[in-house]
């Protein structure tokens, strides 16, 4: 079981959030290749270590916000409302 | 290189137990070398028959199959062995119908008993949208000729007579798509096949050798790695290999190689946990599988019921077990077959998956030269090892993608040209 600290909810077990994995700048979509864009939707690095993601607090206060996750051990530190 | 090696017969078995010889090894522990034509990182089932088929098809045995840990010790030893080809798209029924041809010849092709039960494969329909995918999948599947039908809920019980299929179930049982040459095999053994193959032919088999960097020249990303690279080998923990060809086939790890290479992928790695029960008296004839259940169930020859189920939804290298999954799996199970609620629960483990956005694989070519991918396996890496193997030494033999994973390639995602097989692939295997 992850414990996912949420900003308002306090810490919620994450089956009542939402991970929307980690975070990859959007460009700007007027000046964007095609190429760009897609990478954006769909290249991630994917690593097994500390990595920043989006959750969403789909069962409680339906807001989204960022916290820094270890992949290879799930420890969290740090978060921030977005 | 060497002589051939005895083969396995039952007369080699009487002999050896008269005479209490030791049977060679399957495959030796060679020394590394400094040089490989080809080098594939991952000894699991795609790595080993991907070497092998180099050698046997090709007469390309200068080859090293590297493996941090032991061969199958990852995802080739923790699938639930299920093999099928009822899949949704054409593209993904040809390919997976030529890995079941494979699977049919093998344990003569390969010298070696890998269980092969085609025992008939069920996916169960519980809501009206499921058994429309399924009417969907039974014709693309007959189109290409593949036995697949749709039967009701009287048929279902006639295949699986355990199943409760009355209509009072918090989830009745509408239908299922019946398609009889699925079934399963032992995993373990195709590996240990594979190995024992290509190392007849000469293959390296390089055991607790990881690989620490892939070496690209020329490239366009940092260091000169990544897109317009070429590539000159790879570091390991026991030295540098030099090589023209680099195939990764690390499925979890896949992300974490290829990003050595400067190639970024489409993929997400996420845990998926499976159990097995003690074992009992055979009752279930067929492989059961529940997509909106999120299960798959069938009954090994030693007769222990093997689960599976979905992949974590949250991604993870982590691969310990939950107590949410096993819940949640008992209810699910019971929903199906109330009558086995008696029986305990052996043991339970999770593998790692590498998901891709339209749940097919990642295959062939790359922005770097010399370096290939064969993954992007998500939940269905089993099924397809013969077939990846031997399409991918194709690819690599005469330098041109084989037509059967020509849809399956890494410029898809540029393109924009996915190959959706979510319907089909997602939880049913």
């Not at chain 1, 991970?19 to 760009?36: K, Q, T, Y």
């Not at chain 2, 032919?201 to 607790?208: A, D």
């Amino acid at each position: 079981m992850i414990v996912v600290p949420c900003p308002n909810c306090g810490p919620r077990n994450s089956g009542d959030l939402r991970n929307c994995g980690e975070l990859v700048p959007r460009p700007d979509p007027s000046a964007a290749s095609l190429i760009e864009w897609r990478e954006y939707l769909y290249m991630r690095k994917n690593p097994a270590d500390w990595v920043t993601e989006t959750w969403y607090c789909r069962g409680g206060c339906r807001r989204y916000f960022t916290i820094e996750r270890n992949t290879a051990t799930n420890e969290i530190r740090g978060q921030e409302a977005s | 290189m060497g002589k051939r090696p005895p083969k396995y017969s039952a007369g080699a078995l009487v002999k050896h137990g008269l005479t209490r010889g030791d049977w060679p090894r399957m495959w030796r522990r060679p020394e590394m070398h400094d040089s490989y034509d080809v080098v594939v990182i991952g000894g699991g089932l795609h790595g080993l028959a991907t070497a092998y088929y180099l050698a046997e098809n090709h007469g390309i045995t200068n080859v090293a199959v590297v493996d941090k840990g032991y061969i199958g010790g990852g995802g080739s030893g923790r699938n639930t062995a299920i093999v099928r080809s009822n899949y949704l798209t054409p593209e993904g029924v040809a390919f997976y119908d030529r890995s079941l041809d494979l699977y049919n010849t093998m344990a003569t092709d390969l010298n070696l008993n890998i269980m092969f039960s085609r025992r008939g494969h069920l996916t169960l329909a519980h809501t009206d949208s499921a058994l429309r995918t399924m009417h969907w999948r039974a014709e693309v599947n007959k189109l290409q000729g593949i036995d697949s039908s749709v039967i009701d809920p009287q048929e279902v019980k006639k295949q699986a007579p355990s199943l409760d299929v009355s209509p009072n179930t918090r989830y009745p049982i509408m239908g299922a798509l019946y398609h009889p040459p699925g079934g399963i095999v032992r995993h373990d053994a195709v590996v240990w096949g594979y190995a024992r193959g290509a190392d007849h032919h000469g293959v390296h088999i390089l055991q607790e050798t990881e690989v620490l960097d892939i070496n690209v020249e020329g490239g366009t990303g940092p260091g000169g790695k990544g897109a317009g690279g070429r590539v000159s080998g790879v570091k390991t923990s026991r030295g540098d290999i030099n090589s023209p060809v680099v195939v990764n086939c690390t499925a979890g790890w896949a992300s974490l190689i290829s990003n050595m290479a400067g190639v970024p992928l489409p993929i997400t790695t996420h845990p998926l946990q499976a159990a097995v029960t003690e074992p009992c008296k055979v009752f279930l004839p067929t492989v059961v599988v529940s997509g909106s259940l999120h299960v798959y169930v069938s009954q090994t020859d030693r007769g222990e019921l093997v689960f599976g189920a979905s992949v974590d939804p949250v991604g993870t290298y982590r691969v310990n077990g939950t107590l949410e999954f096993t819940e949640e799996l008992a209810g699910h199970v019971l929903e199906l077959m109330p009558g086995i609620s008696k029986m305990r629960l052996l043991r339970q483990w999770s593998g790692l998956c590498d998901m891709t956005p339209d749940y097919s694989p990642v295959m062939g070519f790359t922005p770097v030269e010399g370096y290939l991918v064969d993954v992007g396996w998500g939940t269905y890496g089993f099924k397809a090892g013969p077939v990846a193997g031997e399409t991918l030494a194709e690819t690599i033999a005469t330098g041109r993608t084989a037509d059967l994973i020509a849809p399956f390639g890494i410029e898809r995602f540029t393109e924009g040209d996915l190959v959706g097989e979510k319907g089909a692939a997602a939880v049913g295997h």
